[in-house]
C-alpha cells in the first residue's frame, strides 16, 4: 500500500470516526435507530412533534463532502414535516447526498440505495391561496410514497408525491418519477419512462402469519 493510499484511508476513517456522535444527536432528535447504523458526515435530521423517523438495523448515510465517488454536494436530508408524518428506511438502506422529506408517508425497503443527490419528496411544500400568495403546507396535498427492496436509485433522480417503486426497481441517474414503477423494471429520463427490464430477480415468497 502507498502512502498516498494509506492517507486516503486514514481520512475516510477520521470521516466515520464522529458516526456515534451523530447517532447521539439522532437519538435526541427521537429518531428510532436500530443496530449498526452508520453516519459518515453529520446529516440534517428534523421530526415533527408527534412523527416518526425509523432508521432499520444497518442504515448507511453518507453526508460529507468526499466521502462518495461523485461527492456530496450537501449532508443528506432527512425531515418529517407535519404530525402523522412517517419516513421508515428498511434495513442496509443506503443513501449519499439524499432529501427525505414526509409530509405523510416514505417507506424504502430493505438493501435500496440512493444516489448521491437523490430527492423523495411526498408533498408539494406550498399552496396557492386565492389571493395570489403560497402558504407552507406539507401534508394536505401529501401522498405516500413506497419503494421496495433492493431498488437502486440514481444520482440526482427525484422521486414525487404517490409513487410505488417495486422490488430490484432500477431509477436511472437524473430521471423525474411520476408514477408507478412494477418490480424488475429500468426507467429513466423525464419523466421516467420503461427503457428495459431487470432480469433473474423474482418477489421474494411472503412469510407465513
Same mark, same amino acid.
Given at each position: 500500500?502507498?502512502?498516498?493510499?494509506? =492517507?486516503?484511508?486514514?481520512?475516510?476513517?477520521?470521516?466515520?470516526? $464522529?458516526?456515534?456522535?451523530?447517532?447521539?444527536?439522532?437519538?435526541?432528535?427521537?429518531?428510532?435507530?436500530?443496530?449498526? +447504523?452508520?453516519?459518515?458526515?453529520?446529516?440534517?435530521?428534523?421530526?415533527?412533534?408527534?412523527?416518526? /423517523?425509523?432508521?432499520?438495523?444497518? &442504515?448507511? /448515510?453518507?453526508?460529507?463532502?468526499?466521502?462518495? $465517488?461523485?461527492?456530496?454536494?450537501?449532508?443528506?436530508? @432527512?425531515?418529517?414535516?407535519?404530525?402523522?408524518?412517517? @419516513?421508515?428506511?428498511?434495513?442496509?438502506?443506503? @443513501?449519499?447526498?439524499?432529501? @427525505?422529506?414526509?409530509?405523510?408517508?416514505?417507506? +424504502?425497503?430493505?438493501?435500496? /440505495? =440512493?444516489?448521491?443527490?437523490?430527492?423523495?419528496?411526498?408533498?408539494?411544500?406550498? &399552496? =396557492?391561496?386565492?389571493?395570489?400568495?403560497?402558504?407552507?403546507?406539507?401534508?394536505?396535498?401529501?401522498? $405516500?410514497?413506497?419503494?421496495?427492496?433492493?431498488?437502486?436509485?440514481?444520482?440526482?433522480?427525484?422521486?414525487?408525491?404517490?409513487?410505488?417503486?417495486?422490488?430490484?426497481?432500477?431509477?436511472?441517474?437524473?430521471?423525474? &418519477?411520476?408514477?408507478?414503477?412494477?418490480?424488475?423494471? +429500468?426507467?429513466?429520463?423525464?419523466?421516467?419512462?420503461?427503457?428495459?427490464?431487470?432480469?433473474?430477480?423474482?418477489?421474494?415468497?411472503?412469510?407465513?402469519?
Amino acid at each position: 500500500m502507498n502512502s498516498a493510499h494509506a =492517507l486516503g484511508r486514514f481520512v475516510s476513517w477520521l470521516r466515520s470516526f $464522529p458516526s456515534f456522535l451523530w447517532q447521539a444527536e439522532a437519538d435526541i432528535k427521537g429518531v428510532e435507530c436500530g443496530q449498526g +447504523i452508520v453516519f459518515v458526515g453529520r446529516p440534517m435530521i428534523s421530526v415533527a412533534p408527534n412523527s416518526r /423517523i425509523i432508521l432499520s438495523e444497518g &442504515v448507511r /448515510i453518507v453526508s460529507a463532502l468526499r466521502s462518495n $465517488p461523485l461527492g456530496c454536494p450537501q449532508p443528506s436530508v @432527512l425531515r418529517t414535516l407535519a404530525p402523522g408524518a412517517e @419516513l421508515r428506511l428498511g434495513a442496509r438502506v443506503g @443513501l449519499s447526498a439524499a432529501v @427525505l422529506c414526509a409530509g405523510k408517508e416514505i417507506t +424504502i425497503g430493505d438493501d435500496t /440505495i =440512493l444516489g448521491s443527490g437523490a430527492m423523495i419528496i411526498d408533498n408539494d411544500f406550498h &399552496v =396557492l391561496e386565492p389571493d395570489g400568495t403560497w402558504r407552507n403546507e406539507y401534508s394536505e396535498g401529501a401522498r $405516500p410514497i413506497r419503494i421496495g427492496r433492493s431498488v437502486f436509485i440514481g444520482a440526482r433522480a427525484i422521486v414525487l408525491k404517490g409513487v410505488e417503486i417495486g422490488d430490484y426497481a432500477i431509477i436511472g441517474a437524473g430521471a423525474v &418519477v411520476t408514477r408507478n414503477i412494477p418490480a424488475n423494471a +429500468i426507467f429513466a429520463g423525464n419523466p421516467a419512462r420503461e427503457v428495459g427490464t431487470r432480469s433473474g430477480h423474482a418477489h421474494a415468497p411472503e412469510k407465513a402469519a
